[in-house]
């Protein structure tokens, strides 16, 4: 996670190759405490990442020389958990799910209410500060069913011992389930930073279908997660930790 407990304000990167946009958003940004920078393309967004400590990045789709669901999958191919809003004029489900899948923190679909973008802003950095560092965990496994969580290294780990990455969003979602075993979750509760349109967000539908698929791939996997409906989804099974 950005270590959000260093002393002075959170750093928000915005990048978004319309100059008038991104000035845009940096101008409602200004209001609040923190520190703002700004790039119109992914190699100045690089660059920036290796000289500054960003706990924030707004990040455009689409960009001059390249896009944004592939610098999403390259921060986290190396570990990086900077958090990430994706903005971009696609609107589809499909397109909100796959930037999840690929790292994205949250998604935006433009055009947006400047003020809808501070509190998904808000909400992140809030989360990124309350949840555990990995290396505080005081566990390292969560089991559940055939499966193993590694709460560290944030990968299913099979009977087999095989492993099986998870993108952010299904750790994410994943952990959440396991904190409330046998309890059916809502979409708001599942996806809190998004809680007053959850319960019309069918993106949240496509992730769960997409962690079933990978825990279906081990025997006694394929009913683990399951659909209540008109309720929400429940994890049916005990979790142990070790």
Known sequence: MPDLAHNGPATIMVVDDD??????ILGQLRQENYRLLGAGNLADLRQALRQEQIDLIVLDLNLP???GLSLCRELRATGS????IMVTARGSAIDRV?????????YLTKPFEP???LVRIRNLLRRARSEPSPRRVATRYAAFGPWRLDLQQRRLVAPDDRLVMLSSAEFRLITRFIEEPN???TRETLLPERRATAAFDRSIDLQVSRLRQKLAAVPGGDELILTVRGEGYVLAC???YS
């Open 115 to 117: 003020r809808e973008l």
């Open 238 to 240: 005990e979790v142990h």
């Open 19 to 24: 100059a008038d946009i991104r000035n845009l």
């Open 81 to 84: 958990a900077v958090q990430i």
């Open 65 to 67: 020389d390249g896009d």
């Open 183 to 185: 309890a059916v979750l």
């Open 98 to 106: 796959l930037g999840l899948e690929l790292g994205a923190d949250d």
